[in-house]
């Protein structure tokens, strides 16, 4: 998958989520209020590539990086861009089989890969 369809689609997933959130009442319905910034880690994700947080590999213990497909892409949202850490985020990652899966955290990537690169939205 190319990497407008993969930002595209995340972008599609994190809006569905925002929207659950609302209706269950755990998030205001005012975008403006709600704002969250979404990253890109231009990185092709090959075989042995991780992306480390404090606690270690992100997505290990629940598996993101073993099975037959693995990530391609992996997306960083910050859910409160405004807060000092720790606070809610997510790690999305879009799977080679065009799987997306959603990790919440709540810590950013290290600093010790390239640069992630901030996407526009809302």
């Given at each position: 998958m190319n990497e407008n369809l993969a930002t595209a689609r995340v972008t599609q997933?994190?809006?569905?989520e925002w929207r659950a959130a609302v209706e269950s009442g755990s998030a205001p319905?005012?975008?403006?209020?709600?704002?969250?910034?979404?990253?890109?880690d231009r990185r092709r994700f090959?075989?042995?590539?991780?992306?480390?947080?404090?606690?270690?590999v992100v997505g290990e213990k629940v598996g993101i990086w073993s099975g037959a497909s693995h990530p391609e892409w992996?997306?960083?949202v910050d859910?409160?861009?405004?807060?000092?850490?720790?606070h809610p985020c997510r790690y999305v990652f879009v799977f080679d089989?065009?799987?997306i899966r959603t990790l919440p955290?709540?810590?950013?990537p290290n600093d010790d890969g390239p640069p992630l690169?901030?996407?526009?939205i809302f």
């Open positions: 997933t994190i809006e569905k319905p005012q975008p403006a209020l709600f704002r969250f910034d979404i990253h890109i090959a075989s042995g590539t991780r992306i480390r947080n404090a606690r270690g992996v997306y960083f859910d409160v861009p405004e807060a000092n850490w720790a089989n065009d799987e955290d709540k810590l950013p690169i901030p996407i526009p």
